[in-house]
């Protein structure tokens, strides 16, 4: 089965708030309502991990120190100074 692409968060909210009618109008058979939930969760999910990487991205860059190097979000991961080792390409900003 192959994966469905990732959509941007005002995609997804907007899917999201559509399932939300779809529950609340109490026309679906219970399986269908089943799995919109699920569908629902899913977007959840991705939702609140776009907006913990938002939010990583802006405090990097609201940092005074300009020499801090901008890294990909990793979740649940100890909030500390990323490990580089000689060689590693960081580009200061």
Known sequence: MAKKPVQDFESTLKELEQIVQNLESGDLPLEEALNEFESAIKLVQEGQE???KAEQRIQILMRKDEDSPL????PNTPKSAPVTQ???DIIPF
């Open 86 to 88: 000689a060689g590693d």
């Open 50 to 52: 776009r907006l913990a």
């Open 71 to 74: 890294v990909d979000y990793q």
